[in-house]
């Protein structure tokens, strides 16, 4: 009896031995398979943070609102193939300087069975399409821009995309540039005095001045020049480089292109 108990642990050692090595090597292989599966599988994209900024002066191509709704459904759709969310803020005449009036979450494209996907797919389209055209958009007779600019820049932080859609004329206390030529020097020292678009405050930000093309001036109270917008763009570079920031200037609307840009080619 004692010499077959004894034949018995001789035969179980091995075999547990064995299967460690067995669990081991199963383990291994595993680690390996996850990590070739990382190096041929796409990364999943970051998320996306985009923020759209409304000057809803007259005159301003914000002022349209099937204009801004336009603009807004190619953000959120151009989002759907990622994680990330748009903001869309609006200037307005009051202290606030600009409110936020949607948001608009995407999680990223579905997975799962085809027919599962293209249902998906088809219902985030609609629900960006449905945020669009349902924003409310205050009546606003200012242009607080730089004011609006500043508040929203407390909600930015590196890598955000920063979509101003707005004629980029200042008709506040800080300065008067519809009819007026504003230098630049003039420009900076005037946001400094009233502590605004201050150096650093948008740092790593990507701004996009959308629709940014010369036009009439609302009420017809003195004529516009192509001079007068490219005062202006000169005036924005120099106070959004100060404070950090990347600035563009596009005449037309939005492009999935353009968004894909800002976003680093992604």
Avoid at 64 to 93: C, F, H, K, M, N
Avoid at 158 to 187: H, K, M, Y
Avoid at 206 to 213: I, L, N
Avoid at 225 to 249: E, K, P
Wanted: charged share 20%; hydrophobic share 45%; aromatic share 6%.
């Amino acid at each position: 009896m004692r010499y077959r108990s004894s034949r018995r642990h001789c035969l179980v050692l091995p075999v547990l031995a064995l299967a460690v090595v067995v669990v081991f090597a199963r383990a291994q292989v595993v680690a390996g398979a996850k990590e070739v599966l990382a190096t041929l599988l796409p990364a999943a994209p970051s998320p996306v943070k985009i923020l759209v900024l409304v000057d809803g002066s007259p005159g301003s191509p914000g002022a349209v609102p099937a204009i801004v709704r336009e603009e807004v459904l190619t953000v959120a759709l151009w989002l759907l193939s990622r994680p990330g969310e748009v903001q869309v803020w609006t200037t307005v005449d009051d202290p606030r300087a600009a409110v936020l009036v949607g948001r608009f979450i995407a999680t990223g494209p579905a997975r799962g069975a085809r027919p599962a996907r293209e249902a998906q797919a088809r219902s985030d389209r609609a629900r960006a399409a449905s945020f669009a055209q349902h924003l409310a958009l205050p009546l606003v007779r200012g242009s607080s821009l730089a004011e609006g600019l500043s508040r929203v820049a407390l909600e930015l932080s590196p890598g955000t995309i920063l979509v101003f859609l707005t004629d980029g004329l200042q008709e506040s206390t800080v300065a008067r540039t519809e009819c007026t030529n504003v230098s630049t020097p003039l420009w900076l020292r005037s946001l400094d005095q009233h502590q605004l678009l201050q150096p650093g405050s948008l740092r790593g930000v990507m701004v996009g001045f959308v629709r940014f093309a010369p036009g009439p001036i609302a009420g017809d109270r003195c004529s516009s020049s192509l001079q007068t917008y490219l005062r202006a763009r000169d005036r924005w570079q120099s106070a959004l480089t100060r404070a950090g920031a990347t600035a563009l200037f596009v005449p037309g609307g939005l492009t999935p292109e353009f968004l894909a840009r800002s976003n680093g080619g992604n």
